[in-house]
């Protein structure tokens, strides 16, 4: 179909869901230039709402705003701007109209374009002068119960798709003891994820945010229609609104019928010294996954590559959800490649890519350093085959175009291997005289030496601190260091402690930086047991995440798509 004009797509934002609107969906999610005017018409409406909506009307009051509209002269209205502006006032009882001088916010935050659109700007300008009074009448918690999924710093494309199919659900859950309501209005679910907007509301009305822990006396699963979890949801913690909770799967539900189980029985806050408070508020409800699991699709996929250290990685297969879009890896390490990784070490390793669109735009990346990256995983996982060496990956993803071409692009890889580097040092002159580490492209300086007691400490014990700062080109997920007192022959496990981050200027090259000025000073090893300071230490590093950016492999992909 065609792209959509802006006032084509102010109109499908606000009609009423149809099959022909689900087509427009399907394009704006493929076209990137109607999906890019999709979401600034989108924020455009976010931000009046959040201005103008702060507080809930009744359905029978916005009905008497809309037939007052309609008697009125929008010609003669035209004529009126900018020198006056037409608004309502109103009571619990009627609506009139009458006529006021505009303020300059009201000169300026909408464009207009036709008549729908300026009974549109003059409703919405009356409500902003109405809720002064109106909400004098209105319950005082009715700004609570308007917080969704779907304002704008929330909302997702995953979201979107979601409400434009028809498939947000509305449990009306609501669970009342000990003063407490927990309520839930909101709520989606295809082979993706599932996703609730939980509100607690305490005896005085307002909403509680920080009041329920999920955790071993709070939970909320996921079931099923054979009855086994199939999920456990957690709070995101994006929202002061709600409790915006979240379960993503690592493979595709294949249920028809899911039930949501909330086993809540305990409120409260310790760190911010509110009690517990015993109670009783679970609930259920059901969900029915057909009409999700009809628009799932899969498109098989194909493309190889070996990559000069070992690694061959083969594209798999493409699932389309509602909410996300799965791609599925296999990879194979040679004997070569296993020999550096013995045991279970070879289990321990990750890819790093990226996703651009036909104009070399970046769509997605997973694992990137370099800055600005835009990663949109929701989730991931990385299971064993049944030989050695052979790894099948999945990731979902909240948006990867369908009608239109994209590049799949290999950036690098990492593998656990067996290591061994060290280097000795003097613990008391360390201050006066730092020490580098330099192997492999990693660069560290060891800067000082001490025993830190509690609370400076990981736990409840005094504990050796080597204080350090520098630059990693390896990666860090699973690598092991201790450090060893010649002395006494004895290893201490390290631990981490302190502030990181990344930066590069490519895909590829780029470093991890532990600690700096610009991180609140020194990064920190720390040695649970190393109570004294010896003369001399050892640090040694017995695993790296050997990284891998000797790859040069992209493949363009087009979606073909098969109904699963």
């Known amino acids: 179909m065609a792209c959509l004009s802006p006032v084509e797509m102010e109109e499908y934002l606000l009609e009423a869901p149809s099959s022909h609107n689900q087509q427009m969906a399907e394009h704006i999610d493929n076209c990137p230039r109607c999906r890019s005017l999709y979401l600034e018409e989108l924020e455009q409406q976010a931000r009046w709402s959040q201005q103008l909506f702060s507080e809930a009307l009744s359905d029978s009051f916005t009905s008497k705003v809309m037939a007052a509209l309609e008697k009125v002269d929008l010609d003669t209205m035209k004529e009126s701007l900018p020198g006056t502006m037409t608004t309502i006032v109103g009571s619990d009882e009627s609506v009139t109209i009458k006529e006021i001088l505009p303020t300059d916010a009201g000169k300026s935050i909408f464009k207009l374009r036709g008549a729908y659109y300026w009974k549109l700007i003059i409703g919405a300008a009356s409500l902003l002068i109405l809720l002064s009074t109106v909400i004098m009448y209105s319950g005082p918690t009715l700004a609570e119960t308007l917080r969704s999924l779907f304002t704008r710093?929330?909302?997702?494309?995953?979201?979107?798709?979601?409400?434009?199919?028809?498939?947000?659900?509305?449990?009306?859950?609501?669970?009342?003891?000990?003063?407490?309501?927990?309520?839930?209005?909101?709520?989606?679910?295809?082979?993706t994820r599932v996703i609730l907007a939980l509100q607690l509301f305490g005896p005085d009305g307002k909403h509680e945010r920080e009041m329920i822990a999920f955790a071993l006396e709070n939970s909320i699963k996921i079931r099923d229609d054979k009855g086994q979890i199939v999920g456990d949801m957690y709070d995101m913690g994006k929202t002061n609104d709600f409790y915006y909770l979240v379960a993503n799967f690592r493979e595709p539900l294949q249920t028809d019928r899911i039930t949501i189980e909330g086993r809540i029985t305990q409120l409260g806050n310790t760190s911010a010294n509110v009690p517990s408070i015993e109670g009783k508020w679970n609930f259920d409800f059901s969900i029915d996954m057909k009409e999700a699991k009809k628009k799932t699709t899969v498109t098989p996929l194909k493309g190889s590559y070996s990559a000069p250290d070992g690694m061959t990685i083969r594209l798999k297969r493409l699932t389309r959800m509602v909410q996300g879009i799965r791609l599925e890896i296999d990879t194979e390490l040679n004997e070569k490649a296993l020999a550096r990784s013995p045991g279970e070490l070879w289990k321990q390793q990750g890819l790093k890519f990226h996703f651009e669109d036909m104009q070399g735009d970046e769509i997605h990346s997973v694992n990137a350093r370099k800055g600005q990256h835009k990663e949109s995983l929701m989730a991931e996982s990385h299971i064993p085959g049944d030989k050695d060496g052979l790894m099948h990956w999945s990731y979902t993803f909240k948006y990867l175009p369908q009608e239109t071409p994209y590049t799949f692009v290999l950036d690098g890889y990492f593998v656990s291997e067996r290591d061994g580097v060290s280097v000795e040092f003097e613990s008391t002159k360390l201050k006066d005289q730092p020490v580098p580490f330099r192997f492999d492209g990693d660069e560290l300086m060891l800067q000082d030496f001490t025993v830190e007691s509690p609370p400076n400490t990981n736990g409840k014990e005094a504990e050796g601190s080597l204080h350090l700062t520098g630059r990693l080109r390896n990666e860090d997920s699973y690598s092991q260091w201790i450090l060893r007192v010649p002395s006494s022959n004895k290893d201490y496990m390290i631990t981490?402690?302190?502030a990181s981050t990344t930066e590069a200027s490519d895909w590829k090259d780029g470093y991890i930086i532990l600690g700096g000025a610009n991180l609140g000073g020194a990064f920190d090893f720390r040695a649970k047991g190393l109570t004294t300071i010896p003369d001399r230490i050892q640090l040694i590093r017995k695993v790296v995440d050997r990284l891998y950016t000797n790859v040069d492999w992209s493949i363009t992909m087009k979606e073909e798509v098969k109904t699963q």
């Open 153 to 191: 710093d929330n909302v997702d494309i995953g979201l979107l798709r979601a409400q434009e199919f028809g498939l947000v659900e509305h449990p009306n859950i609501k669970v009342k003891d000990k003063g407490y309501t927990v309520k839930i209005d909101e709520a989606v679910a295809d082979p």
């Open 496 to 498: 981490r402690r302190g």
